[in-house]
């Protein structure tokens, strides 16, 4: 890969964060968990329903956003990633969910 294609796939991956982070920013005081708690109950719900222990697991969530699904699902070990993660642990209203 050229330079320039790897200089203009950093630019655009820049202004993808900067767009996100400022959508983000735009909803940070409607933000709300209550639709993750009752998501993570409808997977529990169909996982008792199979051989899988939630329990048991360990779950990657790749762009997870300030707080992800993984937080409520009572798995064994979880962990959520963002590529805004920065962004959210310097926002105060983000890290209540963290």
């Avoid at 991956?13 to 409607?30: G, R």
Wanted: charged content about 30%; aromatic content about 12%.
């Amino acid at each position: 890969m050229s330079n320039t294609s790897r200089s203009g796939n950093s630019s655009r991956w820049k202004m993808a964060q900067e767009y996100e982070a400022e959508w983000w920013q735009n909803v940070t005081d409607i933000y709300d968990t209550d639709y993750l708690v009752r998501f993570a109950s409808e997977i529990k719900e169909l996982l008792s329903k199979t051989d899988l222990d939630i329990s048991r697991a360990d779950v990657l969530e790749v762009g997870a956003g300030p707080v992800g699904i993984v937080s409520y699902l009572g798995c064994r070990r979880r962990v959520a990633s963002d590529p805004l993660d920065s962004h959210f642990e310097s926002q105060a209203a983000y890290r209540t969910f963290r």
